[in-house]
């Protein structure tokens, strides 16, 4: 149901929807690849969703212009709907669950659709469109699973495959599969040679489990930062479509992905939500084999909330090295501070908060605990900074 030749028709229709989002080299992130990311978090409504969505609107009759289309998701594929139906002039209403981001369904409003949040995560939001759908001949445009859908995304792997014909690998973000199926397919079609690999949030693993199991069982609950990709079952085209061309499919943990969006902020200026950012984690913490390899990391969006992003800096810097906590027993006396904070200046260590706890359970009836939030390099120099301390006889806890 999804070729080749729908995606190059694709590309044609979308030439006057979407914006061009052109190769970025990656430094200083995955050193052992030359990494390139396809940076669709710049795309209009700052997803790839509106490829897939411009590509099914477009492709309606006119009959089905005149009732309208109905979505549902977590944020992204809203806004793409909206944008894509405003373009073509037509009225949409989104289904999104009452978890999603502020900043996403204000996003949504803007571009002309009328919002109906939905208690639950996506799937709920899915069933409340469904019955909607039925109720007023809508014509529903699915997030992932739709011929239509999957090829607009697939343009994407086309223009990959365009700017850079020797690449090696593409690393793709998986929700409910739609775009790592286009994808695949497109650059499978071009160069089976390449390699396509998939990555999901360790707390949404649907695809992931879908695969190993050869079977689509619906997850009992997911939790993720990457709230785009937190779908509990994988569709049913896009399952047949990623056993036929994906090569591997990745885990990666919520500290990983908040050190991707963190090295993506520092290294390139570049925002990426959590789903946007778990590519770049697959290539940072070696899911895939990659050394020597010329890699592309589709960053598929950047609609961060701000509220939660300064605790997703917080994850990464701690991942990363970057911050530390140390618990340190001391003998209650004048003087072990000021010995304790010359032993961190002398190694290029900066303390940024300090707590003193006489009342502990120490092995000194005169002990107590000094509790330290460091600002590092990263891991090396938190094990320089631990063994000074130590050669100086401070105990380490």
Request: charged content about 20%; hydrophobic content about 40%; aromatic content about 6%.
């Amino acid at each position: 149901m999804v070729t080749i030749d729908k995606i190059f028709h694709a590309s044609v229709v979308l030439r006057d929807i979407i914006r061009p989002t052109p190769l970025a080299k990656a430094y200083g992130i995955a050193p052992e690849c030359s990494l390139y990311l396809k940076p669709e978090n710049l795309q209009n409504t700052g997803s790839f969703k509106l490829r897939g969505s411009g590509y099914k609107i477009a492709m309606l009759s006119e009959e089905e212009k005149k009732h309208g289309v109905i979505a549902c998701s977590a944020g992204n594929h809203a806004q793409g709907v909206a944008l894509a139906a405003s373009k073509c002039g037509i009225s949409s209403l989104i289904c999104l669950p009452d978890t999603a981001p502020i900043s996403k369904v204000e996003a949504t409003k803007s571009y002309g659709a009328q919002v109906c949040l939905v208690p639950g995560v996506y799937d709920d939001a899915y069933n409340r469109a469904l019955e909607l759908k039925e109720e007023r001949g809508y014509t529903f445009v699915h997030p992932f699973d739709d011929p239509y859908v999957i090829a607009g995304q697939g343009t994407i792997g086309l223009e990959i495959m365009n700017e850079m014909s020797d690449v090696d690998a593409v690393i793709v973000p998986i929700g409910g599969g739609g775009l790592i199926a286009g994808v695949a397919c497109a650059i499978k079609s071009v160069s089976p040679h390449v390699k396509v690999y998939g990555v999901q949030a360790a707390g949404a693993p649907s695809m992931y489990n879908a695969i190993h199991a050869g079977k689509r069982e619906p997850l009992s609950a997911v939790s993720t930062i990457a709230d785009g990709i937190a779908v509990k079952k994988p569709g049913e085209l896009t399952f047949e479509m990623v056993k036929q061309y994906v090569d591997d499919i990745a885990l990666v943990t919520e500290d990983e992905i908040a050190a991707a969006i963190l090295a993506l902020i520092e290294k390139q200026k570049m925002i990426a939500e959590g789903a946007g950012a778990v590519s770049v984690a697959a290539a940072m913490f070696h899911k895939f084999p990659l050394e020597g390899k010329k890699v592309v990391s589709i960053i598929s969006g950047g609609n961060i909330d701000v509220t939660s992003l300064s605790r997703v800096i917080d994850r990464g810097l701690m991942k990363s090295g970057r911050t530390s906590n140390l618990l340190i027993e001391l003998v209650d006396k004048p003087g072990q501070l000021k010995d304790v904070s010359r032993i961190i200046a002398d190694c290029g260590g900066n303390v940024i908060s300090v707590h003193h706890e006489r009342n502990s359970k120490t092995e000194s009836i005169n002990g107590c605990y000094l509790r330290l939030i460091l600002e590092t390099r990263n891991y090396d120099h938190v094990q320089e900074i631990s063994q000074a301390l130590k050669a100086e006889g401070f105990k380490i806890i």
